[in-house]
């Protein structure tokens, strides 16, 4: 059995590790790499017999992913090593957003090291049927899905929304369940959190984090683009807006 390839997560975390040494490779025997090496044969993302194999994210493999790393950055002078497209697209968000990237990376790590994300099952939608997954990786998705999926959660937000005589409508398109359903959609609506991956990982989840969402705004929210985050609601409602006003007069209904 051969070591699967490299995962969003555990890219992420390279690419951390290289920035912090300003885009320089590590050796194999330096303490950081093999602090790396143990970290993602711990991560809870590939099949037990895959963790066990004496190759798999040893830090021979964790060296040579740091020196593609290096090497393929737009700031390197000298002949790249060969990598894949994800290594690169990687390379290219931390290029494009290196501290929202790194902050991802800790709150990684923060998961991990806390075993919180050691508990917490696979979820559905975590990855799209390709395997596809958020820039920030799968182990914050699974994250937020799993609280999204909290009922005790969900049924808070629901109990603040009637105090105060919000509808249960959707916050992009302005679905009501129950206008539509009658009694059979009574009090049902999606939440979707509304901030970035790399904060609403670690920190407690907040009534204020989360928004009403139907069905299918909340799956537009979490579907899966190369090299991009899932949307807020804001964004969603955003890129709606921005469709419609480019159709012919008529051809879609106003959001």
């Avoid at 969603?236 to 007069?249: A, D, H, I, V, Y």
Wanted: glycine content about 6%; hydrophobic content about 35%.
């Amino acid at each position: 059995m051969r070591s699967p390839a490299w995962t969003q997560d555990e890219l992420i975390l390279a690419c951390a590790l290289v920035a912090s040494n300003e885009w320089r490779e590590y050796r194999t025997a330096d303490p950081q790499v093999q602090d790396l090496s143990n970290l993602l044969r711990s991560l809870p993302l590939h099949p037990q017999e895959a963790r066990t194999l004496p190759q798999f994210r040893s830090p021979d493999s964790v060296s040579r992913k740091t020196a593609d790393i290096a090497s393929n950055h737009p700031d390197y002078t000298g002949k790249p090593t060969r990598c894949g497209e994800p290594t690169r697209r990687m390379i290219a968000a931390f290029v494009a957003h290196e501290a929202e990237m790194l902050a991802v990376a800790r709150a990684i790590e923060e998961g991990i090291g806390s075993g919180e994300l050691h508990r917490i099952e696979p979820q559905p939608d975590e990855a799209d049927d390709e395997g596809n997954t958020a820039l920030e990786g799968r182990l914050l998705a699974r994250w937020v899905i799993a609280r999204e999926r909290n009922p005790r959660l969900r049924h808070r937000k629901i109990d603040q929304a009637r105090s105060v005589g919000a509808p249960l409508e959707c916050a992009v398109c302005g679905f009501d369940f129950e206008r539509v359903y009658g009694p059979r959609g009574a009090g049902y609506v999606e939440v979707h959190h509304v901030l970035p991956l790399h904060i609403s990982g670690p920190r407690e989840t907040k009534l204020d984090d989360l928004a009403f969402l139907c069905a299918n705004c909340h799956r537009m929210c979490h579907r899966t683009r190369s090299g991009r985050s899932w949307l807020t609601p804001e964004a969603l409602q955003t890129e709606m807006r921005s469709f419609r006003r480019k159709q012919p007069s008529g051809a879609v209904s106003s959001l």
